[in-house]
């Protein structure tokens, strides 16, 4: 199983980003893809998650009501829409894999994690 994030950049204050998640050699028909950043110094923050079954969405308080979380099944695609960025969304952002339909989404139920994409909010 193979995950490939792409989609940061450097985005003024305000502004938005459209980050992707691609997952290729899948063994399971039922997975929850989540999103996941890390700042310089700080701790691993679970943001988003989506099951691809039952279209279940999760958002940290931090960005709930800013970001979305879509997936697309056809495609094994899931995109993380941020609004409304703000310098403390900077980060590494990943995007993990929990397979099966008894995954859960959390850092614990996530099986495989791709290379994270940079996302820098500064004017």
């Known amino acids: 199983v193979q995950l490939q994030a792409s989609g940061g950049g450097l985005v003024k204050p305000g502004g938005s980003l459209r980050l992707s998640c691609v997952a290729s050699g899948l063994t399971s028909d039922y997975y929850n893809i989540a999103w996941f950043r890390q700042a310089p110094g700080k701790e691993l923050e679970e943001i988003s998650c989506?099951?691809?079954?039952?279209?279940?969405?999760y958002y940290a308080d931090s960005v709930k009501g800013r970001f979305a979380i879509s997936i697309d099944n056809a495609k094994n695609t899931v995109y993380l829409l941020m609004y409304s960025l703000k310098p403390e969304d900077a980060a590494n952002y990943y995007c993990?894999?929990?397979?099966?339909?008894?995954?859960?989404?959390?850092?614990?139920?996530?099986?495989?994690w791709g290379k994270g994409t940079q996302v820098t909010v500064s004017s």
């Open positions: 989506v099951s691809n079954s039952e279209g279940t969405r």
């Open positions: 993990a894999i929990g397979l099966g339909p008894d995954s859960s989404c959390n850092r614990v139920g996530m099986d495989y």
